[in-house]
């Protein structure tokens, strides 16, 4: 199974900018790095996904390692909203998501 | 639809009585999945439908659950003799192209077992 590691738990202040750090180094050349995130009490919402390029939205921007080793959510101003669990997980084509633990993000007014 | 629907959004239920969850997955989602989370922990992966079949059944806790989709859309997500420690979130998600595209999830379906 492709598997995830990240920080439990993350914090920033308001208005500058996170990054948050992933690890999926048995990533195979398939396999797309999603993200979603879980605000309180509500079902996950996406946040962002690619292969292999550096991606943007309107939410967060998706930097991911020339290895695709590893990948970085970018929130460019973080807000007290922004405040959730964010969670990477690989995407293999003919499986599921697997969900990890995910990171806890606290943002400091 | 709008968005991934599921029902009932509460259902208390006593131990050992049978319960079926129901999702309603965004019209033309061929993947579905379902998931569920325990108070304060992740989401812990069920079962992942592509169309009407379960390709992994793998993360099924026991035989007391079982899944069900019907006509590529809706499914169903019965657990038989429910147990205390069945009592949680279930939440189910739809994608158009497994992997590929994003998930979209519904509000979920909390399962109390009284």
């Known amino acids: 199974d492709a598997k995830t590691t990240q920080p439990n738990s993350m914090e920033s202040n308001e208005e500058e900018p996170v990054h948050l750090p992933c690890n999926h180094s048995t990533i195979s050349g398939t396999d797309y790095i999603h993200w979603y995130r879980q605000l309180p009490s509500q079902g996950p919402e996406y946040v962002i996904h690619?292969?292999?390029s550096n991606v943007n939205n309107r939410m967060a921007s998706l930097a991911i390692a020339e290895d695709r080793k590893s990948s970085t959510l970018i929130l460019h101003r973080a807000t007290l909203r922004d405040a959730a669990v964010y969670y990477c997980?690989?995407?293999?084509?003919?499986?599921?998501?697997?969900f990890g633990t995910g990171t806890s993000l606290t943002v400091i007014p | 639809g709008a968005g991934v629907s599921q029902s009932p959004s509460n259902k208390v239920t006593e131990k050992g009585k049978d319960v079926e969850l129901r999702c309603d997955p965004i019209?033309?989602?061929?993947?579905l999945y379902w998931y569920r989370q325990s108070l304060g922990q992740g989401l812990e992966f069920l079962i992942y439908f592509q169309g009407n079949s379960a390709p992994d059944k793998s993360g099924l806790p026991s035989d007391r659950f079982s899944a069900e989709r019907t006509g590529g859309s809706v499914s169903t997500l019965t657990i038989q003799r429910t147990q205390q420690e069945d009592s949680a979130v279930y939440l189910c998600?739809?994608?158009?192209?497994?992997?590929?595209?994003?998930?979209?999830f519904g509000q979920g379906t909390r399962l109390t077992v009284v």
């Open positions: 690619g292969l292999t």
């Open positions: 997980i690989l995407s293999v084509t003919g499986n599921q998501f697997y």
């Open positions: 998600a739809s994608s158009l192209l497994q992997g590929r595209t994003e998930a979209f």
């Open positions: 019209s033309g989602h061929t993947a």
